[in-house]
């Protein structure tokens, strides 16, 4: 257990080195205003880099194992019923108390009171837990998974149209915060059990596509919410001033603060797990004192990433969005932004937790076939791309429809040429890229960025409705960025393929050629001379 941490605290420190070398680029452009806020940056980046290899050692030996066994225990039960119920519940239980979605809660209900931050996050928790219930009916009923996609989304887009412009982005950035670090490893293992059951065609494909689907749900929640909160306040949804995060809380207030809130992120799931555990698989104590024992792990882990988040990343966010419309600067200037945001995206996505944990997966699943590298690269570039888009919108003040819709159309007809294999992934990479230190640090920077937009030229758009939606960017550019890998992957393995049949055949005509039996040219040709002359 030891070599295993010091070498995920390896990993994860070169793997997060590309987002504090572009954080010290950034400070040195603007330098901040005190030497002890540097040491804020500097306490918050070593918490990040040991909570989360503590975090990813904890899930390895905890929470992943579980989600496997409880999903396996549905076998008992050849009940479609019994099977939905508890996905749902599970998917509830999972995202009720996402860290991401704690804090895109809170953001939302410092600018527009008529948000109830509870309300909304049991909402989306709702919305996940049905999404869940309807991914294990797409596996049971072994259901194409492009066919499932197509119509979810064609659903979201529907009450797209009748929701007010304020809840369009918030719907798309809350499905991405339910899917965090914690919701995310159980509910793939939750799907591998359960593929692995139930499942008529037991091949991969089945095992993936259950968080994208998932994620569809708290989308359509969002609207409806919007439609109805639009509808009883007489068409008015009035706001607060632009959100403004405190820089002045200390690590230990942090901690204190979070301690609660992790909890209520991890033990919902290992409390309903136990009856499962004990009563249907009936684990030997050992064994079963093991999987508790790796649970502390993962708490510790996660309150330690969060409180590092918080205490260093997310103000420096906030900095860096400000620092670009200082009035000493030309105007010109505040374009850098787009280049910014592509590499602080790409930067973040290689040291998420949750894109590390189905980076893992993936690999396990494709038997080292898809590297964990080659899917957080292409993450990387997707999210990039994502950060990019997200901040030309809100510096030109476009309807974040303009850029979605295009996006998902891109996106749903490439499920065309894709290999379901990696329709399902493209569809899970979107739903957990969008975890909690994109959200602390991402989020921050986009809202500093819409509030300097709306006081410097007097903005058309409201905080609420240009600043948020980063998130929804990040969750369909890795759609398209997923699916090209799998149809380059195709393509190449087709080619392989056609190879391989010719080296098999010029292997099998040397073969012949070269055989003893077979005539040699001389004779063969003087047998044709004895055959004419006769």
């Given at each position: 257990?030891?070599?295993?941490?010091?070498?995920?605290?390896?990993?994860?420190?070169?793997?997060?080195?590309?987002?504090?070398?572009?954080i010290v680029i950034c400070l040195c452009l603007a330098p901040l205003p005190s030497g002890g806020d540097y040491i804020k940056i500097l306490v918050g980046y070593v918490c990040v880099v040991l909570g989360q290899s503590m975090f990813l050692v904890g899930l390895?030996?905890?929470?992943?194992?579980?989600?496997?066994?409880?999903?396996?225990?549905?076998?008992?039960?050849?009940?479609?019923?019994?099977?939905?119920?508890?996905?749902?519940?599970?998917?509830?239980?999972a995202t009720v108390a996402e860290p991401a979605l704690a804090v895109l809660a809170k953001q939302i209900g410092v600018i527009m009171p008529l948000v109830n931050s509870t309300l909304f996050i049991w909402l989306t928790g709702t919305g996940i837990g049905i999404?869940?219930?309807?991914?294990?009916?797409?596996?049971?009923?072994?259901?194409?998974?492009?066919?499932?996609?197509?119509?979810?989304?064609?659903?979201?887009?529907?009450?797209?149209?009748?929701?007010?412009?304020?809840?369009?982005?918030?719907?798309?950035?809350?499905?991405?915060?339910?899917?965090?670090?914690?919701?995310?490893?159980?509910?793939?293992?939750?799907?591998?059990?359960?593929?692995?059951?139930?499942?008529?065609?037991?091949?991969?494909?089945?095992?993936?596509?259950?968080?994208?689907?998932?994620?569809?749900?708290p989308i359509c929640s969002v609207l409806l919410y919007g439609i109805v909160l639009k509808a009883i306040n007489g068409g008015s949804l009035p706001q607060e001033n632009p959100y403004e995060m405190s820089m002045e809380r200390g690590l230990w207030d942090i901690?204190?603060?979070?301690?609660?809130?992790?909890?209520?992120?991890?033990?919902?799931?290992?409390?309903?797990?136990?009856?499962?555990?004990?009563?249907?698989?009936?684990?030997?104590?050992?064994?079963?004192?093991?999987?508790?024992?790796?649970?502390?792990?993962?708490?510790?882990?996660?309150?330690?990433?969060?409180?590092?988040?918080?205490?260093?990343?997310?103000?420096?966010?906030?900095?860096?969005?400000?620092?670009?419309?200082?009035?000493?600067?030309?105007?010109?200037?505040?374009?850098?932004?787009?280049?910014?945001?592509?590499?602080?995206?790409?930067?973040?996505?290689?040291?998420?937790?949750?894109?590390?944990?189905?980076?893992?997966?993936?690999?396990?699943?494709?038997?080292?076939?898809?590297?964990?590298?080659?899917?957080?690269?292409?993450?990387?570039?997707?999210?990039?791309?994502?950060?990019?888009?997200?901040?030309?919108?809100?510096?030109?003040?476009?309807?974040?429809?303009?850029?979605?819709?295009?996006?998902?159309?891109?996106?749903?007809?490439?499920?065309?040429?894709?290999?379901?294999?990696?329709?399902?992934?493209?569809?899970?990479?979107?739903?957990?890229?969008?975890?909690?230190?994109?959200?602390?640090?991402?989020?921050?920077?986009?809202?500093?960025?819409?509030?300097?937009?709306?006081?410097?030229?007097?903005?058309?758009?409201?905080?609420?409705?240009?600043?948020?939606?980063?998130?929804?960017?990040?969750?369909?550019?890795?759609?398209?960025?997923?699916?090209?890998?799998?149809?380059?992957?195709?393509?190449?393995?087709?080619?392989?393929?056609?190879?391989?049949?010719?080296?098999?055949?010029?292997?099998?005509?040397?073969?012949?050629?070269?055989?003893?039996?077979?005539?040699?040219?001389?004779?063969?040709?003087?047998?044709?001379?004895?055959?004419?002359?006769?």
């Amino acid at each position: 257990m030891k070599s295993k941490f010091f070498q995920t605290v390896r990993d994860t420190f070169f793997a997060s080195l590309p987002l504090a070398i572009i954080i010290v680029i950034c400070l040195c452009l603007a330098p901040l205003p005190s030497g002890g806020d540097y040491i804020k940056i500097l306490v918050g980046y070593v918490c990040v880099v040991l909570g989360q290899s503590m975090f990813l050692v904890g899930l390895e030996t905890s929470i992943l194992p579980i989600g496997r066994m409880v999903g396996g225990s549905f076998a008992k039960y050849n009940r479609l019923f019994f099977v939905l119920s508890f996905g749902f519940v599970f998917g509830l239980l999972a995202t009720v108390a996402e860290p991401a979605l704690a804090v895109l809660a809170k953001q939302i209900g410092v600018i527009m009171p008529l948000v109830n931050s509870t309300l909304f996050i049991w909402l989306t928790g709702t919305g996940i837990g049905i999404g869940v219930a309807i991914a294990l009916v797409r596996i049971v009923r072994n259901i194409n998974i492009k066919w499932v996609f197509a119509v979810l989304y064609g659903i979201v887009f529907l009450l797209v149209i009748f929701s007010p412009e304020e809840f369009i982005a918030l719907a798309f950035d809350g499905s991405g915060a339910t899917t965090g670090d914690v919701s995310v490893p159980f509910i793939l293992a939750l799907g591998l059990g359960i593929s692995a059951t139930f499942s008529k065609s037991k091949t991969n494909d089945d095992s993936l596509g259950i968080i994208g689907i998932a994620s569809v749900g708290p989308i359509c929640s969002v609207l409806l919410y919007g439609i109805v909160l639009k509808a009883i306040n007489g068409g008015s949804l009035p706001q607060e001033n632009p959100y403004e995060m405190s820089m002045e809380r200390g690590l230990w207030d942090i901690l204190l603060g979070n301690i609660g809130d992790v909890a209520l992120a991890v033990l919902p799931i290992v409390l309903i797990s136990i009856p499962f555990l004990l009563l249907l698989l009936k684990l030997p104590r050992r064994t079963f004192i093991t999987l508790l024992v790796g649970v502390i792990p993962v708490y510790l882990g996660l309150l330690i990433f969060l409180s590092g988040i918080d205490f260093g990343f997310g103000f420096v966010g906030q900095y860096i969005g400000r620092i670009f419309f200082d009035a000493s600067r030309p105007d010109w200037f505040k374009w850098l932004l787009l280049a910014v945001g592509f590499v602080l995206g790409a930067a973040i996505t290689v040291s998420e937790p949750a894109v590390t944990v189905l980076g893992l997966q993936i690999e396990e699943l494709t038997n080292g076939h898809i590297k964990k590298m080659t899917i957080r690269l292409t993450l990387a570039l997707g999210i990039g791309v994502a950060s990019l888009l997200s901040i030309l919108k809100i510096l030109t003040e476009l309807p974040i429809l303009y850029f979605l819709v295009p996006l998902y159309a891109i996106s749903l007809l490439m499920m065309i040429f894709t290999p379901k294999l990696f329709v399902g992934l493209a569809f899970d990479s979107g739903g957990v890229t969008g975890g909690a230190l994109t959200s602390a640090f991402l989020t921050p920077l986009t809202l500093s960025i819409a509030g300097a937009v709306a006081e410097a030229g007097g903005g058309r758009l409201s905080v609420l409705t240009n600043g948020f939606g980063m998130i929804s960017f990040i969750s369909v550019t890795p759609l398209i960025a997923i699916q090209a890998l799998g149809i380059i992957y195709q393509i190449r393995l087709k080619r392989a393929e056609a190879e391989a049949i010719e080296e098999s055949f010029e292997d099998l005509e040397s073969f012949v050629l070269d055989s003893p039996e077979a005539p040699s040219d001389e004779h063969s040709s003087s047998e044709s001379e004895e055959d004419t002359n006769a």
